[in-house]
C-alpha cells in the first residue's frame, strides 16, 4: 500500500495439501519445421513439449492432459498427451509433444492463449492456463540513395541513369532471413532496368540495404525537373511478403522554405499549400545545409 497508489491484486490458485494438484510449470518450443530459432513464427508448425508438475500431496496416478484454445491464428493439430505418474513435487514432460499450426498472417507480438485440463486416474481435472507468443518481421522503410549518377551529384536528374539504395529497418520481434525484393513505379518519367534488390538477413531492430544488388533506374530526358515520382517496393522473407512505399525526386527539388520566424505558421501553411499543388520541397527553421539541391528559398522572417 502507498499514498496515492492503485493496490495490485491477483487471483492465485489455492490447493488443499491432502491430495495430488497437476499445474503447468514450463514449456519447450521445437519449431524444427521451420526455422528451428526456437521462436514461434507466423506459417510455423510447432511441437509443443509441456511439463506437469504435482505441488499437491501424494502421487497423481495415469496423468494425462488435454490442450485446447480459441485462437483465429492458431490451429491443434495434437491436442492430448500423456504423463504417467507424477510423484510428489515431481514433474513430466508430455509424450507425445502437443502440435500446433500458426496462420501465415499472423501479427507480431501476438499472445496465443491456451487452456490445458491435466485428469489423473480419479478423473480430476486440475486447469492451467499456458500462452505462447508469436514474432513475425516487420520492414519499414527508412530512406533511399541515388549512387553512381553521371554528374556524381546524388541526384537522379532528367536524362541520367543511376542507381538506388534503400535502407529498409526490421521493427518486429523475428529476424527477417534473406530479404528478397522486386522495385516497381506508376511514373510514365522512369524506366527501371533492374528491379531486383537482396538485403540479406535483418535481425530485429537493425537495418539492412541493397548496396550490394542496388536498383538501377533512368529518367526521361522530359522529366520536369523537381517532379515527384513514387515507387514501390515488394519485400520477401520467406512466407512474409510486405509492400514499401517511397517517393524520389528528378532534378533538384521546387523550393526549400526557411523559416526563422518565432512565430512560424505563414512558412508552415505554404509548405502545406505548396506540397498540396504538386510541388517538391522541404522546411525548416534552420537554413538548409547544401542549398545547391533546390531551385529557389523562400523565407518567412516575420513583420
Known sequence: TKANYYRYEADVPITSS?????????????DSAGNNDGVVNPGETIDYGVYGKNVGTGTALSVYGLLSEGDTYVTLSVDSSWYGDIAEDDSSLSSPYYTFNVA???PNAHVVNFTLDFHDVNDSIFTSYPSVTVYAPILTYVDVVVQNDPNANGILDPDETADLVVTIENEGGATASSVTSTLWTSSSYITINDNS????TINPGNQGNNSADPYNVTASATTPTGTVCNFEVEVVSGIYVDTLQFSLVVGKKHYYIWNPDPTPTPGADCHTMLGNLGYSGDYGTTLAPDLTLYQAVLVFVGI
Open 197 to 200: 534488390g537482396n538485403f540479406g
Open 18 to 30: 491432502t491430495y495430488p494438484y497437476v499445474t503447468f510449470s514450463g514449456a519447450l518450443i521445437d
Open 104 to 106: 501465415s498472417n499472423c
